[in-house]
């Protein structure tokens, strides 16, 4: 009779602790997991020096993609987008905007325009140009948000990106329109700007960002 009664109890207590055990594993929290998207945002950077070697093809292809998935007004898409990766074409836009340059004050890495070996999309061996459709006011806000897809999808591949705001004044001058039927760009739209993007060769810290810009309003 003692034995059954022991016997009794130890299953009692038995039971008891794997139900504790039980309780215990549903209810520990789980691991924090770390949002992919807000990572990219957070890390992407303007990267103003590449590696010489090309973006692979099935990498590229995604984020053209992603690109072309941005939203846009009454989803009229009125970009036109065209990759550049010839050497000789990029060789002589960028000799285009060294001669544009000549006597003139300009900002940003682009003061270094008369130096030796100068790049204006940093020698990134892949350009991005974005065209614009000239007559509906809303395509600038649609290229910039198919911009946005293009550098935070290719972040989140550790591939670098730096927007070219002087791709519009080199290519939408008159005396560059052939430049414009290389990349056959129809006449409807204009360069908006162009991305240079590739494999990075730096990793440039933060800037400081004014969050007095932001206000709420409840």
């Not at 998207?37 to 020096?49: F, G, H, L, Q, T």
């Not at 030796?116 to 991005?128: C, E, K, Y």
């Not at 670098?160 to 705001?165: L, N, R």
Request: aromatic share 6%; hydrophobic share 35%; with cysteine.
């Amino acid at each position: 009779m003692k034995k059954l009664l022991l016997l009794f109890v130890g299953s009692l207590f038995f039971i008891s602790c794997q139900e504790i055990k039980k309780e215990t594993m549903t209810t520990t929290a789980p691991p924090e997991h770390k949002n992919e998207v807000v990572e990219a945002i957070k890390n992407r950077r303007s990267i103003r020096s590449y590696k010489p070697e090309q973006i692979d093809q099935a990498q590229l292809d995604t984020i053209i993609d992603c690109g072309i998935n941005a939203p846009s007004a009454l989803n009229k898409q009125t970009w036109e987008v065209r990759v550049v990766q010839n050497a000789d074409l990029l060789k002589r836009i960028n000799d285009s905007f060294v001669e544009k340059a000549k006597g003139k004050e300009l900002k940003g890495s682009a003061a270094r325009s008369q130096e030796p070996g100068f790049s204006v999309f940093h020698g990134a061996p892949t350009l991005i140009i974005v065209g614009r459709e000239k007559n509906n006011p809303t395509s600038f806000v649609d290229c910039g948000l198919l911009a946005q897809n293009i550098l935070l999808s290719a972040e989140s591949m550790n591939i670098g990106t730096c927007t070219i705001g002087n791709m519009a004044s080199i290519l939408n001058d008159p005396d560059a329109k052939e430049f414009l039927k290389e990349i056959n760009m129809p006449d409807t739209h204009e360069v908006a700007f162009g991305i240079a993007i590739g494999y990075k060769n730096e990793s440039p810290e933060a800037k400081t960002r004014d969050t007095s810009k932001v206000q709420y309003v409840k």
